[in-house]
Structures are given as C-alpha cells and as structure tokens.
C-alpha cells in the first residue's frame, strides 16, 4: 500500500466517503505523496510521453501560431506570453528557440511566463531553460502575470485537473464516491449528492442504470480565469488535450503507470490521474466572456501550420535513420490512429473587430 493510499484510507475512515474530484485531487497534488509533486512523470523513463517530448515540430509550430496572433493583434508590447502546466519546460524551450530565429527584438523585448504549481516541476524546468537570454518568470496562478496582452498556450493541462462524477442509481443522479468496503479496500460508490440537471448532457435522461457523466467545475473555473483576462487585455490562447468536442455519457476516468493503464483506485500517488477534457464545456467559459472559440483536432491544427513541410526541411538535413525518426514523429502527433484524432485543439482570441 502507497503512503498516499494509507492516509486516504485513514481519512476515509475518519470522515467517510470523499468524491472523486477530491481523491483525483489528492492524488495528483497532495503536498507530499502527490503524483505532480513528487515524481518525474514525462518521457520514456516516465509514464507518459507528450507532444513536445516526441518531436521540436510541436513547439515550433505552437510558437508559430502564437507569434501570428500577436502579430494580428497589432504587435502589442509590453506582452507576455505564457505556457500553463509547462511539465519538464520542453515546450517553452523549443518556443524559445523558434522565437528568437523568427523575430530576435520580439525575442528580447517580450516576457515570457511559466505558470506551475509544482515546485518539484518547477525546479526541473529551471534546469531545462537554464541559459536562456529570455525575460523568464514562474508564477503559480495567472493572477500574478502582468496586466497586458496575453498569449498563452497549454498543452494536456485539462486532463488533469480534477473532474467530478455522478452516476445513475434508482431514478436520478448521485456524485459518485470513492469510500471503503468491508475490507478496508478503496470502493467506488453512489453517495448523496445530486447534480443540477442544466448541467447534465444530451441524452443523460435516457441513461441506463449505473451510467456515469462528468461535470468539470474546476476546468470550467481555470479557463474562465484565462478567458477573462484575455477579455480584459488582450491576447489569445491555445489549448491542446485529449478529449472530445461534444458532451456525452461515460466514465473517462484513468489511471496511467509506466506507459500502461491501471485501476484508478490501486496506486494513489503514484499513477498520473486523467480524465477526458469536454472540450465544450470549455467552449462555453472562454464565449462567456465574449471570446471566440475555434476547436479542431491535432492533426488539423498541425497539418494546416505546416507539420509536412517542416518535417521535409528537417528530413533535408537527416541521414536515413534521422529520417525515420522525422516520419515516425509525424504519425505520432497527426496520425489517425495516434494523437491526431483523440487530441483536440481549442483557440481562443478576441472577437475581431469591424469597420
């Protein structure tokens, strides 16, 4: 048994069932045996590899993208541009690199923020970008960034943000718990709790007993803070994460270790917790603040910033297993059958204006 998984027992016992948002929570956070907080989760020695750690293309074509919108914005400076959950700093780095070849003066005269809350994480990422001539800073919260035009990108950030269930039991809605069966095991069961049905999606009327649905309030909160200042000052973000474009019904909730799924209630702490981001959902906090939201898939996004076409002048300067590696990494991050299709995108900007 974790140390973790010993406390939430412990905790259980004390004061009973805790939801499944407050467990994710625990897990992933927790300052002590939380997952974030105290392992080295990315790369192949890690339990999960992302998009930056697989290929420079990514972060080259995200600061590509990121450097048009300033750009049709109006070139504001003072600007900051900024990544949240920026995990080992890959993509900040390769940000960087590409920023400085584009535009050396907007290199030096632009600030550049990393938002974490691990200091673990954020040692590392100090590490990655050491060197850098770039005005860098870390800020747990964008509340702390500067009031001025923002341009933010984050990439499988929203899946790990703690998530909420409730599961149909009888004739409505329950918050789904994570409690102790006879044993003392971690068990899974319908708590009290309901959920207020304007919440709920299309369909969840029909549902079938046991069916689970996932409410994000969390997510909804965080993007809501984003989007806010991006109406109050300017900008434009970009978010990248696994999930789907419509809301529907069904238990997304996972666990991952070393690069293999696991039972979400076996090893807290010391398994990466994610959840399927409703990318609607999301939709819906940036447009209430007056933002337009555009949402494609992964391999739209980086087919049409030119994924082929960097690969090909990277591959122009690759002997033959450089060129695998090239080829390889292009069908990881826009094949259909890898990241793709099940990785959307979701750009934020401003409203243009007409006239």
Known sequence: ???????????????????????MALCLFDPEHGYYTTREPFGAAGDFVTAPEISQMFGELVAVWLYQAWQGAGRPLPVTFAEIGPGRGTLMKDMLRTWSRLDPAFAAGASFAMIETSPRLTEIQK???????????????????????????????????????FVYVGAGWRERMVGLDDADNLHFFAGAGSVDPALLPAGAADAPQGAIVEVAPARSALMSAIAEHIAGHGGAGLFIDYGHLEPGIGDTLQALRRH????????????????????EALAASARAHGLEVELTTQSEFLLGMGLL??????????????????????????????????????KILPVAKTG
């Open 260 to 279: 293999d799924h696991e039972d979400v209630l076996a090893n807290p702490g010391e398994a990466d917790l994610t959840a399927h981001v409703d990318f």
């Open 127 to 165: 590490e990655t970008l050491a060197g850098q001539s770039a005005a860098l800073s870390w800020h747990q919260t964008i509340d702390t960034l500067q009031r001025q035009p923002l341009f933010i990108v984050g990439n499988e950030l929203f899946d790990a943000v703690p998530i909420r269930q």
């Open 309 to 346: 076409e960097r690969a090909g002048a990277l591959g122009a300067k690759a002997d033959d297993g450089g060129r695998r590696a090239i080829s390889d990494a292009v069908e990881r991050l826009a094949g259909p059958d890898a990241m793709g299709e099940l990785f959307k995108v979701m």
């Open 1 to 23: 048994m974790t140390r973790l998984k010993e406390r939430i027992v412990g905790l259980i016992g004390a004061v009973g069932p805790i939801p499944v948002s407050e467990y």
